[in-house]
Structures are given as C-alpha cells and as structure tokens.
C-alpha cells in the first residue's frame, strides 16, 4: 500500500493541477458546449456570460481531479508488483486510468451537468440549475450522461511509454508536452461522444435523448447536422484539452515532485 504521506501528496497535486486547467480554460468549455447545443451557439447564449457555471467546475475541479489521481496512482501501484511488472506497465497504466476515470465520473457527472445546463442557460445562476434538476428529477438527473462521460473519458493516452523511452521518470515539461500532444489527438477522436454527451446532459426530462441512448444521440445529430455536428466544438475542445493537458501534467508532476 502506499504511504499516506504520498496519498495525501498526490490527492494534492492532481487537485491543484485540476483546479487550474478548469479555471483558466473555462471559456474556452462553454464556447464547445454551446457549438454542441441542439439550440444552436447563439441561441445557447453565444458569447454571453462565458463564465456561466464556473461555480459548478471551480467546486468539482479539485475533488474530481484528486480521485482520479488517487485512484489511478494506487491501482498502478497494486498492478505493478511482480516479476512481470516492467513487461505489463502499459497495461496495467491503461487498466489503472480507466479505473481512475470511472471513480472521478462519480464526481465529475453531477458538477458537469450543473455546469453545461447553466452554460446552455446564461440566464440562470449555478445554484437555480441545481435545484431545478434535483426538482425535477432527483440525485439521478445528476447522473444523467455517466455513461458517455465515462466512455470518452477512458481512452486516454498516458504519459508511460515516453517515461519508459526515457529510462527515468519524466521531468514536469515532458509530462506537460506529452500531455498536450496526447490530448489533442484524444479530443479529436472523441469529439463525437463529446457531443453525445452534452446533448444527452442537456436533453430535457422524458425526451428520447435524455434517455442516454449513444448511437441513437449520434445518429440522430448526423441527420440533422451532418458530419460537421458529429465533430461540433472540435476547435475549443481541442485546444481545451492540448492546452489543458500541458498544464494539468505538467503542475502535477511540479506539484507532485516538490511535496515528495
């Protein structure tokens, strides 16, 4: 098991590296879930109160990025004892960050959607768009689009296969530079969930959509927007998440380095 002193250490680093990725780029995130909103980017609010819903990510960043950290450290840290632990590393860092993902999603889902319905509704504050959820359909409707959130999320590249290019552990500006490149490829790919997901969040109660069917969300967008609705937000995703990536790892590695 690990220390506690190095649990405490990394919960801490990936909180703080969170926080800052969320609070800089937030902008540029309701720019992408308006471009994905059924109602159109000006209809959603164009670029009006592009801060709307900031409560929502500044209070999920920190605990959001922390679980995942956590999680992922102590399952890589489980996975890699034994005699075939330098040969299944790349496994067992894929298999330790998707776990990752489907813990912090329990955290990231309801903030997320508090945080695009109040996006796609600049006339609303944080606060109202939580109560009008949980009204109308409870703690669930904070859940709404979990699994789409998980299934885009989990497909991320990492950072160990340059480390173990590199034959030591990767300095902070390695991790950052990795995690830009491989984070702007990720958002590409999973552009179409992305949207998927968003609609689904954004859908309102009882409509087939909120159902959370993913094929049929996709199918349906590509009828009605063709492949330039299916790749909606691309732009500001990517850079989101490139830009996003390069400081996440690379103040987490700092952060990290630094508290050990």
Known sequence: MQPKS????????????G?????ALFPLDTMKTRLQSQQGFYKAGGFRGIYAGVPSAAIGS????AAFFVTYDCTKSLLGRGQDAA???????????????VVACLIRVPTEVVKQRTQASPSSTTYQMLLATLREEGVRGLYRGYRST???EVGSLHT???????GHALYSWQAAVCGALAGAVAAFVT????????????????????????PTVLLDVWKSRGISG??????????????GGFIFLGAYEKVRSTML
């Not at 926080?19 to 609070?23: G, I, K, P, S, T």
């Not at 920190?62 to 990025?65: D, V, Y």
């Not at 040969?87 to 993902?101: F, I």
């Not at 997901?197 to 993913?214: E, Q, S, V």
């Open 62 to 65: 920190f605990p959001n990025a």
């Open 191 to 214: 552009t179409p969930l992305d949207v998927a997901k968003t609609r689904i969040m954004l859908a309102k109660a009882g409509t087939a959509t909120a159902n959370g069917n993913i």
């Open 19 to 23: 926080m800052c990725v969320d609070l």
């Open 150 to 152: 998980v299934l885009r």
């Open 87 to 101: 040969r299944m590393a790349p496994v067992n860092h894929m298999l330790a960050a998707s776990l990752g993902e």
């Open 230 to 243: 299916l790749f909606a937000g691309s732009i500001p995703r990517v850079t989101f998440i490139s830009m």
């Open 160 to 166: 160990t296969l340059w480390s173990e290019r590199q």
């Open 6 to 17: 190095y649990t405490s250490s990394v919960s801490q680093a990936g909180g703080c590296a």
